[in-house]
C-alpha cells in the first residue's frame, strides 16, 4: 500500500489517479478528509503533518510513502514513519523448543542459527493482529525508551533484557544503523514444518490478554 500526503494538492491529486489507474492500493492523508473527494477505492484518513503523531494510525501496513512538505512539517513526520514501519519476526516459543530439542540431540555442536517467525510484521501490523484475536479494538501507543524501560523494569525484567530489548528495537525504528527484518528458514529446515506465525500465537495466548 502507497500512503499519499498532500493528497487534495494539484500534485496529490495527479498522483493518486496514476497509481490508482495501474491498480496500485493508495491511502490519502488530508486535513479535511470529508471534503477530500478522491477516487472511488482510496481510503482517506484525516492528519496533520505538523503533528509528528496525527498520521501515525494512517501508516499501519504502508509500504512506500510520498511525502509532501511544506517548510519542515514534513520532519517529524518522517521520524514517526520510521517508528512505525519498525518490524520484527517474532517467533512461536514452540518453534524455539522444537528446534532447541532437536540441535541438543547431537550433530549440530559448533553451528549457530538464526531463528525467526514467518513473519516480518511491524509493531502496529503485530497490535493489529492481536485486536482481531480478541474481538476487540486496541490502540498503538508508542512510548519513549525510558518510559519502556521503567515499564519492564516493574514487572521484572532484567536489566541486560531490557538493553537488548531496547537496542534491537532502536536498530528496527532507524535510530541506530538499520537492521532489516529478515526471516529466517531455518525453524522450517530444522524441524521440517512451517514456522508457526504471529496470528496463531495471538489466537493462543488471547486468554492471557483477557
Known amino acids: 500500500m502507497i500512503l499519499v500526503t498532500g493528497a487534495t494538492g494539484l500534485v496529490g491529486r ?14 490519502a ?14 481510503r482517506v ?26 517548510g519542515r512539517a514534513g520532519i517529524g513526520f518522517a521520524a514517526s514513519a520510521a517508528r512505525a514501519d519498525a518490524a520484527t519476526a517474532p517467533i512461536h516459543e514452540a518453534d524455539l523448543a522444537a ?13 549457530r542459527y538464526s531463528l525467526t517467525g514467518p513473519q516480518s510484521l511491524t509493531f502496529r501490523e503485530q497490535v493489529a493482529i492481536l485486536a482481531r484475536a480478541l474481538g476487540r479494538e486496541l490502540a498503538f ?33 532507524g535510530v541506530a544503523p538499520t537492521v532489516p527484518p529478515t526471516v529466517s528458514p531455518a525453524v522450517e529446515r530444522l524441524t521440517g514444518l512451517p514456522g508457526r506465525s504471529f496470528a496463531q500465537w495471538a489466537d493462543e495466548h488471547a486468554g492471557d490478554f483477557r
Open 29 to 42: 492523508l488530508s486535513r479535511r478528509p470529508e471534503a477530500a473527494n478522491l477516487p472511488h477505492g482510496v
Open 141 to 173: 501507543v508508542e512510548e519513549t525508551p525510558d518510559q519502556a524501560r521503567e515499564r519492564m523494569a516493574r514487572h521484572g525484567v532484567p536489566v541486560s533484557v531490557i538493553d537488548e530489548l531496547l537496542a534491537m528495537w532502536a536498530a528496527t525504528a
Open 45 to 70: 484518513v484525516g492528519g496533520e503533518l505538523r503533528d509528528p503523531a496525527s498520521p501515525a494510525p494512517a501508516l499501519t501496513g504502508v509500504e512506500a510513502v510520498y511525502l509532501f512538505s511544506a
Open 14 to 27: 495527479h498522483l493518486i489517479a496514476m497509481l490508482c489507474e495501474d491498480g496500485v492500493e493508495v491511502r
Open 99 to 111: 528446534v532447541a530439542a532437536i540441535v541438543l540431540r547431537g550433530g549440530h555442536a559448533g553451528r
